[in-house]
C-alpha cells in the first residue's frame, strides 16, 4: 500500500506541449538543424532530460547539445514557460489525495528554476511536501537520481510504499532503480506501448482515475 505519491509535471499534472514545442522549433533554427516534418514527431522529446533529446532525437554531438540547451532555455525561460495548461481535474484530484492522507511531491526532469516558478504559476505549489528537478548544470537530471534525492530530502527510505507517477519510460525506469514503486500515466505524451514495455506496477487512464486507484491503495494505520 503507498504512503508517498511522487508526481512528474509534463504530460503528467499539465500539458507544457504548446511551450515546449515552439521552443523546440525556436532553438532548432537558431541552431541550424532541420526541424522535424511533422509536429507529433517531438513528442519523444517531452521528458527526457534536454541534452538527452537533443542528442538522441536530432543527432546533435555533447558540445551541440550543451548548447542547445542553453538556447532552449533562454527561450523557454522569456516565452515557453507560460504556455500550458493544467489538465482538467488535477486540482481535484490532488486535493482528494492529500485528504486522504497520501503526501505528495513533484519530481521532474525538469530544471528545478522552472518547475517551481510553473507550479507556482499553476497554483498547485500549496499541494507539494517538496519539489525536486534537475540542477541548471544539467546534473540530477536522471529520474531514478531525483527520486533518490527527493527521499533524502523527505528523511524516505526507498520502498515500495512510495510511487513514481509519470506518462514516459523514464519515470518508471527511474522508479525501478531507485526501488520504488511506479504508475503509469495513460493520458500523457507516452504511448501505452512504450509504457506497457517497461511493466509499471499500475496504469492510470485519467486524472480522475488517479484517485480511485489510489484510494484503493493507500496505506492505512
Known amino acids: 500500500m503507498f504512503t508517498h505519491l511522487f ?3 509534463d504530460g503528467t499534472l499539465i500539458d507544457s506541449k504548446p511551450g515546449i514545442f515552439r521552443t523546440v522549433y525556436q532553438t532548432l533554427e537558431r541552431m541550424g538543424f532541420p526541424a522535424p516534418e511533422k509536429e507529433e514527431e517531438l513528442n519523444a522529446f517531452i521528458g527526457p532530460p534536454l541534452r538527452t533529446s537533443f542528442r538522441t532525437l536530432f543527432g546533435m554531438n555533447e558540445q551541440q547539445a550543451e548548447k542547445a540547451t542553453a538556447v532552449y532555455r533562454d527561450f523557454y525561460g522569456k516565452d515557453g514557460m507560460h504556455l500550458f495548461t493544467v489538465y482538467p ?5 490532488l486535493e482528494k489525495l492529500r485528504t486522504n492522507g497520501f503526501k505528495l511531491s513533484l ?3 525538469k530544471t528545478e528554476y522552472y518547475a517551481l516558478q510553473i507550479i507556482e504559476e499553476a497554483k ?10 534537475s540542477d541548471i548544470n ?9 527520486i533518490s534525492h527527493t527521499l533524502g530530502k523527505l528523511g524516505l527510505a526507498a520502498g515500495k510504499e512510495v510511487v513514481m507517477i509519470g506518462d514516459r519510460y523514464h519515470d518508471i525506469r527511474g522508479a525501478k532503480l531507485a526501488g520504488i514503486s511506479s504508475a503509469a500515466v495513460l493520458y500523457g505524451y507516452g504511448s501505452e506501448s512504450e509504457l506497457q514495455a517497461e511493466h509499471p506496477d499500475l496504469f492510470v487512464n485519467s486524472t480522475r482515475h488517479l484517485t ?5 491503495n493507500r496505506k492505512t494505520h
Open 107 to 109: 519530481v521532474t526532469s
Open 89 to 93: 481535474g488535477i486540482y481535484e484530484a
Open 138 to 146: 544539467g546534473e540530477r537530471s536522471e529520474k531514478a537520481e531525483l
Open 124 to 133: 498547485l505549489s500549496g499541494y507539494f511536501e517538496t519539489a525536486s528537478g
Open 7 to 9: 508526481f512528474d509535471l
Open 212 to 216: 480511485e486507484v489510489f484510494h484503493n
